[in-house]
């Protein structure tokens, strides 16, 4: 685990910044309409591309830890390719539901950001609490 005082290179800042702009208005919309979210991620590649990724188990009802794990495995396969990758998913937390992403970087980066919110279900509206941010996990840049 990646401790919060670690400093950041401004590379994982600024491609941190991309993922988390990319990723959270479409979290957070489609929980708002749908009231859930299948898990899903964004990458950063070489050379700067942002590219969204998906991964769907068999069976009708896919369990979001299994969406994950083959997320998670899917940027370790391509991480040669890769500098970033952001995973989102929709989670429990003391707070009560929130959009969880955890971020990490090729230079060993990682952080772990949520957002808790509550969910009108006749208006379809979010009403969002207070984010926050703690010490992430290297899933694809572990060895």
Known sequence: MVSLNDP???QAETDFEALMDSAL?????TV????ELLPFGYTV????ALNMIGALPDGDAPLSDDVLTMLRDGVRANRAALRAAV???DVRT???DAVR???EHADGAAITFAYPYTRSRFRKTLTQGKPFMAPGELFA???
């Open 25 to 29: 208005p479409f979290a957070l919309q």
């Open 94 to 96: 003391s707070q009560g």
């Open 32 to 35: 708002a309409k749908r009231g």
């Open 87 to 89: 995973y989102v998913s």
């Open 45 to 48: 590649s070489g050379d700067g």
């Open 8 to 10: 950041i290179s401004p």
């Open 101 to 103: 992403l955890q971020l």
């Open 141 to 143: 840049w572990a060895d």
